[in-house]
């Protein structure tokens, strides 16, 4: 997956999050990656997807987020860079946040 499509990143995280206060949080991170895009000159579209994407496992696995979304993005053929992204919000992983999308 080369190019995130919003409708996919969607779809994806209906799949994994029913509820709807969920959805909501995903949809405020969303706005919020979008604007930090645009303060800092960096593709709105990405950060926007990595926002609305980074808790989609939460719900079904919550002892193993964000690990299990690494899992699951990966064996969907999301890119390396996008997978860390989303892990490195799990403060527990150590994953340095400089330049990772």
Do not use: S
């Amino acid at each position: 997956m080369n190019h995130l499509n919003r409708a996919e990143v969607w779809n994806l995280l209906c799949e994994y999050t029913q509820a709807e206060y969920l959805r909501k949080h995903h949809l405020a991170v969303e706005a919020a990656m979008k604007w930090y895009a645009r303060k800092y000159g960096q593709d709105e579209n990405l950060w926007g997807n990595v926002g609305l994407i980074h808790d989609f496992e939460y719900e079904k696995f919550p002892d193993q987020h964000p690990q299990k979304g690494g899992e699951i993005l990966r064996a969907q053929g999301w890119p390396e860079n996008l997978i860390r992204a989303v892990m490195a919000h799990g403060d527990h992983l150590n994953i340095t946040r400089t330049e990772l999308i």
